[in-house]
């Protein structure tokens, strides 16, 4: 076998040549011929496959979700009598879900895929989901239309951001409330005045003067109270203020959604106060001024930890860009970017700066916690205010219809935080409704008094945003009046139950607590004032499972005891306490019984005796 091959046998590769190419010039020409067709055709192939490679992939939403208010129709172009019914009957199911808000994407098939709509079909689809929306009392507002052109062979086509909304009825707007928070003279509430009475401030304070509720907040113009402030958009998504409407009930009858602004107080002495309302209002979302030309300053960075830590989601306004060059403001943005992406806060920045922005901030807002927008806005000159206006009228409420069901079920438990006097009415109890119905004429029980007992009451009438109303429901905030039933013997911090309801009060509880800061350390002993949701009283730290001291950043379970009254609180809640510098978060793990402090505070004096 080598012999044969050494003995001159061409390679197969020869062999081929010599047979398929002929010999001498020819055969080389006719080689060179056949490669260079061969070049060609493989170049074009190439041409060809790079060309749908660099195509745009089509653009893609997220599968469309069984549950929640948004809903994706590809289109909806002269439907049968069936048809319409089956699709007004969706439409009712989505706004149920939204609690009356609702959002269309027209030109979008269910998994997400962005289809579009000629002009022609794109005018029959919303032409036909105007009569949806009349059929179940709901109107439309056309949010936002977007070309989709992926492919250079089709023609532009659109998809439309449609939002539907209810048209109020005996007062079933949806209701959002929105902390108010920020540094002592940010423009907290220069821009509430602005937003709630539709005039521009005049650069000195006017606007705000009508939300002073004390001779020394004039005086000062620093807010020290909890003050309630409210903004309507009606089903078409205008805005509703006192700019129009004369009363509060006047812009509750006209608006679909109403957004309740809960004004708390930037100085460092008001902090017990801004806590309060952080942790007994249960607001929906945070609303973080600061101001544009002073930056992250005073206790900015303290209200932003609260809010995060009491996990409420959180949106940044920067204030008096007037005042100021564009380069401030940017710093000011960039200051606020480095914080919100720290470890601590693990955020992600989103300045808002067109209409487009605003609306997809507020829908990546309620979807993801970790979204903070970022507004830039003047309420002097007005600039980009009507962002905002977008930003809150689209905001989603972060609860479901389901979820409201299921509190709405359960026995009814009202929170106690404002007690009042008022003249031919009595006493007036405000607060919010955290679980159940309640009705004019309903008997409850309230308490715990000092010695831990309930004492038996009736509702007189119910007012809703200062309008009257017959029934409560589960999450809302009202005023609720009691007639002639002796004022002294209520205090902040006290819930009205069902009869039903067998409450569990205790004076002493265990929280699993992390301990934020603390100058040295916390050990048994510590006196803290404890906010858990409406209650705040100052507590003793009685035991340290398993460790004698904490130290900051550390974490135990520790049993509080409070000092004066017994509380009703509820397992899980969400606890906050303080003193001084020091600061803490957790939640309740065990509620002791009263019988049982007693027998733990016999035994504690007795080892005391002992010692």
Request: glycine share 8%.
């Amino acid at each position: 076998m080598v012999g044969f091959s050494e003995s001159g046998a061409v390679s197969p590769g020869h062999s081929r040549h010599g047979q398929g190419s002929g010999s001498g010039n020819n055969g080389k020409k006719t080689s060179k011929k056949s490669r260079t067709k061969r070049g060609k055709r493989g170049r074009k192939r190439r041409n060809k496959k790079n060309n749908r490679n660099n195509r745009t992939p089509p653009p893609y939403f997220p599968p469309e979700a069984e549950e929640g208010n948004i809903e994706y129709k590809l289109k909806l172009v002269n439907p049968t009598q069936y048809r319409f019914e089956h699709l007004a009957t969706q439409l009712k199911w989505r706004l149920q879900e939204g609690r009356g808000e609702a959002v269309y994407q027209i030109g979008v098939e269910d998994n997400g895929l962005l289809v579009g709509l000629t002009e022609a079909d794109m005018k029959a689809s919303l032409k036909t989901l105007k009569k949806m929306a009349e059929k179940v009392g709901a109107d439309i507002t056309l949010l936002r239309e977007r070309e989709v052109d992926y492919d250079l062979d089709r023609n532009t086509r659109k998809i439309a951001e449609v939002l539907v909304r209810k048209v109020p009825d005996d007062q079933q707007f949806l209701d959002l409330r929105v902390a108010v928070l920020g540094n002592v003279d940010s423009g907290k509430s220069t821009l509430l005045g602005v937003l709630t009475q539709g005039e521009l401030d005049n650069g000195r304070g006017r606007a705000r003067l009508n939300l002073f509720r004390h001779l020394h907040e004039i005086q000062t113009g620093r807010t020290s109270s909890i003050s309630f402030e409210i903004l309507g958009f009606n089903s078409k998504g205008e805005v509703v203020n006192y700019s129009e409407s004369r009363t509060a009930e006047e812009i509750c009858e006209s608006s679909s959604k109403m957004i309740t602004f809960i004004d708390l107080a930037g100085h460092h002495k008001y902090l017990k106060t801004t806590i309060f309302g952080l942790t007994s209002y249960c607001p929906d979302f945070a609303m973080l001024v600061v101001s544009a030309n002073t930056g992250i300053a005073g206790t900015t960075r303290e209200h932003l930890g609260l809010a995060m830590a009491l996990k409420v989601p959180i949106f940044i306004v920067v204030s008096k860009v007037d005042l100021c060059s564009r380069g401030t403001v940017e710093r000011t943005v960039r200051q606020l970017e480095r914080v919100l992406k720290q470890p601590g806060c693990n955020k992600v920045p989103m300045v808002v700066s067109t209409p487009d922005d605003a609306v997809t901030a507020a829908q990546q807002f309620a979807q993801s916690a970790c979204i903070t927008p970022i507004f830039t806005l003047s309420s002097v000159s007005g600039e980009s205010l009507d962002l905002l206006k977008v930003f809150l009228n689209i905001l989603p409420p972060l609860s479901n219809s389901k979820e409201q069901e299921e509190l709405m079920q359960q026995l009814t438990e009202f929170q106690v935080d404002e007690i009042y006097s008022v003249p031919d009415v009595g006493t007036v109890v405000g607060g919010t409704l955290y679980s159940g119905v309640c009705r004019e004429g309903e008997r409850l029980v309230v308490g715990p008094t000092d010695e831990g007992r309930f004492l038996r009451l009736k509702v007189g009438s119910i007012q809703r945003n200062r309008s009257a109303c017959r029934v409560l429901r589960a999450g809302q905030a009202a005023t609720l009046a009691l007639g002639n039933f002796d004022r002294s013997l209520l205090r902040k911090g006290m819930v009205m139950v069902s009869p039903k309801m067998n409450p569990t009060i205790c004076c002493q509880f265990e929280a699993a607590i992390v301990l934020l800061f603390h100058a040295k350390t916390f050990r048994r002993g510590s006196q803290v004032t404890v906010h858990v949701g409406n209650v705040r009283q100052t507590a003793t730290a009685e035991c340290l499972h398993g460790k004698d001291e904490l130290r900051t950043g550390e974490r135990a379970v520790v049993r509080f005891c409070f000092i004066k009254h017994p509380e009703y609180l509820r397992l899980g809640a969400k606890l906050l306490f303080r003193e001084g510098v020091t600061k803490g978060i957790g939640h309740v793990t065990r509620l002791l019984p009263p019988s049982q402090n007693h027998d733990q505070n016999q035994n504690h004096d007795q080892n005391l005796q002992e010692h």
